[in-house]
């Protein structure tokens, strides 16, 4: 199945945001992790949320997370210490997304996990027990869901943990993100440059937590905003908070130099168009917000900017191989896109000929699917998205926020 995509001419709207998949997936291990278990507000609905309510529920002997990678990091680490045993599994690329490293680092402080199929990649048999913790030197390069893993369950092992992380640490905000929840449900974590060190101790309940709004879903509607024709476009975003603990907020300052204007208002913010000011070449480090990258990839080549975004070596273990769907897909809309030793990727303006009416494959990632919809506002014949389903894994209602604000999806 694909969505046609046609794009209204004026842009003018209110979008009631989805809330964040990164703060509701922590929340709800650290909940779980307390002795008693408190109501979370605005939780997310999306795929990846979803997937762990039902594990930690109804914690049944095989656990499907679907294509949730998150969920796989985050329950693996959880179920590790608890009792009984479990099966985790997925979709078929999760079964090629790698889990090596963190298995090895819970096996390190006494997890007792098997792989069921392939060495080092899921499914995985987990026999939980009592973790006696301990200390791991870890490589800061991995992915963040590792580390906030690991983070999450220090305080309820044996002897705590001391995590110390090696070389240059990535996604930064996000481990950030994991320690300021972990001290907002009552725990100590001390940090000594890149070593965090967690004392044995209890979580607390906290009552009335609310998750806030998704900047990473709001970045799709920065981008509706920079590539629109209508120079009083205007969009209201509810629920971000300029005070976020989410790291991709910083998409306000990177949209700044793209055309976005961000006014911030007692319910959200308001986006208006001005002048792009950047400069071409556009030279970006993505290393703190790679889920951001796809979306300034699409606005720089529409908008005719040279650029070169270092910090993209996770992109290739995400839901796909995000830098070479990115080169595919615009290779289809006439943009040659250059990869440079799987961590960057550049454009200098070269072109091609472009297919007469293409159709933008997903790969299963919800995140091509919305980053290239925008694409349409640039275009008299609109656009084509395949297998538009995939938008629920964090964004379930993007489409028919689109319908709203004047979109024709057919």
Same mark, same amino acid.
């Given at each position: 199945?694909?969505?046609?995509?046609?794009?209204?001419? $004026?842009?003018?709207?209110?979008?009631?945001?989805?809330?964040?998949?990164?703060?509701?997936?922590?929340?709800?291990?650290?909940?779980?992790?307390?002795?008693?278990?408190?109501?979370?507000?605005?939780?997310?609905?999306?795929?990846?949320?979803? +997937? @762990?309510?039902? $594990?930690?529920?109804?914690?049944?002997?095989?656990?499907?997370?679907? %294509?949730?990678?998150? %969920?796989?990091?985050?329950?693996? $680490?959880?179920?590790?210490?608890?009792?009984?045993?479990?099966?985790? #599994?997925?979709?078929?690329?999760?079964?090629?997304?790698?889990?090596?490293?963190? @298995?090895?680092?819970?096996?390190?402080?006494?997890?007792?996990?098997?792989?069921?199929?392939?060495?080092?990649?899921?499914?995985?048999?987990?026999? *939980?027990?009592?973790?006696?913790?301990?200390?791991?030197?870890?490589?800061?390069?991995?992915?963040?869901?590792?580390?906030?893993?690991?983070?999450?369950?220090?305080?309820?092992?044996?002897?705590?943990?001391?995590?110390?992380?090696?070389?240059? +640490?990535?996604?930064?905000?996000?481990?950030?993100?994991?320690?300021?929840?972990?001290?907002?449900?009552?725990?100590?974590?001390?940090?000594?440059?890149? #070593?965090?060190?967690?004392?044995?101790?209890?979580?607390?309940?906290?009552?009335?937590?609310?998750?806030?709004?998704?900047?990473?879903?709001?970045?799709?509607?920065?981008?509706?905003?920079?590539?629109?024709?209508?120079?009083?476009?205007?969009?209201?975003?509810?629920?971000?908070?300029?005070?976020?603990?989410?790291?991709?907020?910083?998409?306000? *300052?990177?949209?700044?130099?793209?055309?976005?204007?961000?006014?911030?208002?007692?319910?959200?913010?308001?986006?208006?168009?001005?002048?792009?000011?950047?400069?071409?070449?556009?030279?970006?480090?993505?290393?703190?917000?790679?889920?951001?990258?796809?979306? %300034?990839? +699409?606005?720089?080549?529409?908008?005719?900017?040279?650029?070169?975004?270092?910090?993209?070596?996770?992109?290739?273990?995400?839901?796909?191989?995000?830098?070479?769907?990115?080169?595919?897909?615009?290779?289809?809309?006439?943009?040659?896109?250059?990869?440079?030793?799987?961590?960057?990727?550049?454009?200098?303006?070269?072109?091609?000929?472009?297919?007469?009416?293409? @159709?933008?494959?997903?790969?299963?990632?919800?995140?091509?699917?919305?980053?290239? $919809?925008?694409?349409?506002?640039?275009?008299?014949? *609109?656009?084509?998205?395949?297998?538009?389903?995939?938008?629920?894994?964090?964004?379930? @209602?993007?489409?028919?926020?689109?319908?709203?604000?004047?979109? +024709?999806?057919?």
């Amino acid at each position: 199945m694909f969505y046609n995509l046609k794009a209204p001419n $004026a842009l003018k709207t209110n979008v009631l945001l989805p809330a964040s998949k990164s703060i509701s997936n922590r929340v709800l291990i650290l909940n779980a992790l307390c002795n008693r278990h408190e109501v979370i507000n605005n939780v997310s609905e999306c795929d990846d949320t979803e +997937v @762990v309510i039902k $594990a930690l529920k109804e914690k049944s002997h095989t656990i499907d997370i679907g %294509a949730a990678g998150t %969920a796989m990091r985050f329950l693996t $680490a959880y179920i590790s210490g608890q009792k009984g045993n479990h099966t985790i #599994t997925g979709t078929e690329r999760m079964k090629n997304r790698p889990i090596k490293i963190l @298995v090895e680092a819970l096996r390190s402080i006494g997890a007792d996990i098997e792989y069921i199929e392939k060495e080092g990649f899921p499914p995985l048999l987990i026999k *939980g027990r009592t973790l006696k913790g301990g200390s791991i030197n870890l490589d800061g390069s991995v992915s963040s869901q590792y580390i906030s893993a690991l983070l999450m369950i220090g305080p309820v092992m044996t002897n705590g943990l001391r995590l110390n992380l090696i070389g240059n +640490v990535i996604s930064l905000p996000y481990i950030n993100l994991t320690i300021k929840l972990m001290r907002y449900y009552g725990v100590i974590v001390y940090e000594e440059g890149q #070593t965090y060190t967690i004392p044995p101790q209890q979580y607390s309940p906290v009552k009335d937590f609310t998750v806030e709004s998704d900047w990473s879903a709001a970045s799709y509607w920065y981008e509706m905003i920079a590539l629109c024709k209508d120079d009083n476009a205007s969009v209201s975003l509810s629920g971000l908070d300029p005070g976020s603990m989410q790291g991709d907020s910083s998409i306000v *300052g990177l949209f700044e130099k793209l055309g976005v204007e961000t006014t911030f208002t007692p319910e959200g913010v308001t986006l208006t168009k001005k002048k792009c000011t950047i400069d071409s070449p556009m030279i970006f480090d993505f290393i703190a917000m790679p889920d951001i990258a796809q979306t %300034a990839v +699409v606005v720089c080549v529409m908008l005719g900017i040279k650029f070169r975004f270092t910090g993209l070596q996770t992109l290739k273990i995400k839901e796909t191989d995000r830098l070479n769907a990115l080169k595919t897909e615009l290779q289809k809309f006439g943009y040659l896109i250059d990869i440079h030793n799987e961590n960057s990727l550049e454009w200098n303006g070269g072109r091609c000929e472009p297919e007469i009416s293409p @159709v933008v494959s997903t790969y299963e990632d919800h995140r091509m699917a919305m980053a290239f $919809a925008p694409i349409s506002l640039c275009t008299d014949n *609109g656009i084509k998205i395949s297998d538009p389903e995939v938008v629920s894994k964090s964004y379930p @209602v993007f489409w028919d926020d689109l319908k709203k604000t004047g979109f +024709v999806i057919s």
